[in-house]
């Protein structure tokens, strides 16, 4: 590492103003700031020491992660052999070609429920929207800081790490890049980049998508979209969407499977535990707020219970327990990983627990009262994005008045 060190501290004033390629400097300043520690210290008078910063915040969340990542790898190779052997084949598609050569030369069979074989060949399907939406999103953020001409900062790290996480695997890689494109230049550059954005810019991206296009993030089958050869004996629609549409689907399913996660759904939404095993890690650090997970499950609970006491002939998901509604859709990840983020969240501790309150409640409104889009997480916390603010002002104006009378 001193030799790469050494050679950066060359080649640094060609980088620095007055250098030949000052403009380029925050290209420099990430990969130095991604290989090594800052090199400034603090030469004025006494100051606060703190051990967290931007990149230490982004790393433990990326760490957080980790669970829902591999489980993604696992359930996309695990729904698509679901499907082999319920008849719905494959279409022609690279992945499917290379996963079999691969099988192939492993001397494996293409219908093994070897959960390898499931980790890889999710891995072909995972991989390749990974890597356009960090080459995309890297792209635009790379180019404002040269345009604004400031540094690179983390921000786009969390963000395109979640954002695969909430697509479909077989999304076009085009709507990737454009999904990312939008989500990163109007939520978050425009406003002025990392710390200025008032929305979550990767449920803005998601958001885009679904309602761009419809009809490979929803429907009757969002998960297998135009890949796969529909049959009668197998369904690719989210059991969400299921129990949306039939009073009884949910009786035929298993909520240990739902809470694992071994159920369809977008890669990275489908496991409430490895999202209960990231939300452990942000509670100890304290990069999530526990507040605003509480606030979302009380939310969530008491709006669910209403409904199931007033019940419905008509609407089944007037009768879906509240644990169903925690197990199923994007409620887990939205909870742990897109509520807490703290940019676009609350920042009073009371705040944020009416913050998650706001989000519990509209998730459930949206998914009963609405049994077209059975969904909602995504809408309720962007709702309530845009309502951060206005919580905060109300609470810090409340401490106000509270110790003005104190004084008086």
Known sequence: MKFLLDKHKKVAPLFERGGKFEKFFPIFEAHDTLLFTP??????????????????LMITVVVALVPCILFALYNTGYQIHYAYLHGALPLDDWQTNLYLWIVGALGQSSDSMNPVLHVIHGALYYMPIFIAAFASGGVIELFSAIVRKHEINEGFLVTGMLIPLTLPPT?????VVLGVAFGVIFAKEVFGGTGMNFLNPALTSRAFLFFAYPAYMSGDNPWIAANFQGIDSFSGATLLAQAAASAGALADASWWNAFAGFIPGSMGETSTLACLLGAVLLIITRVGSWRTMAGVVLGTVAVTVLFNAIGSETNPMFDVPFYWHMVLGGWAL??????????SSAFTDLGKFYYGLGIGVMVVLIRVVNPAYPEGMMLAILFMNMFAPLIDHFIVQANIKRRMSGYA
């Open 39 to 56: 090199g400034e210290v603090t030469k004025t008078s006494s100051h606060v020491r703190d051990g967290i910063d931007l990149k230490r």
């Open 171 to 175: 999304i076009p890689l085009w709507q």
């Open 334 to 343: 939205g909870t742990v990983f897109m509520a807490t983020d703290p940019v």
